[in-house]
């Protein structure tokens, strides 16, 4: 399994960016994904995570109502819509995968996932 993360950049604050994370080697549809993020000098966090159904989403409270997950299994990609960036969201960025028996399972902690992307530097900055 192989995730490829892509999108990130440098933006404004207030500003906009959509990452992408496409998934291959295996059936997309049974992974619940997740995004975390790193900022220099800073633990992993965690950021978003969504059901492999696609119906259940969950996010850590300060990105809550800026930023979006959202999937499309026949195109095995996971996109994360960030709206009002603020320069606390510069951090690398990277899409984790874990294999789910449940489809409307997620998590929030980093150990739970086994697969990982190579990670996106998203900079937010005047």
């Known amino acids: 399994v192989q995730l490829q993360a892509s999108g990130g950049g440098l933006v404004q604050p207030g500003g906009s960016l959509k990452l992408s994370c496409e998934v291959s080697?295996?059936?997309?549809?049974?992974?619940?994904m997740a995004w975390f993020r790193q900022a220099p000098g800073n633990e992993r966090e965690f950021v978003a995570t969504i059901s492999w159904s696609g119906s259940t989403t969950y996010y850590t409270d300060s990105v809550k109502g800026r930023f979006t997950l959202s999937r499309d299994n026949a195109k095995n990609t996971v996109y994360l819509q960030m709206n009002s960036l603020k320069p606390e969201d510069t951090a690398v960025y990277f899409c984790a995968a874990r294999i789910s028996g449940y489809r409307d399972a997620i998590y929030s902690r980093s150990n739970y996932y086994g697969y990982w992307g190579q990670g996106t530097q998203v900079t937010v900055s005047s």
């Open positions: 080697g295996r059936a997309f549809s049974g992974y619940t």
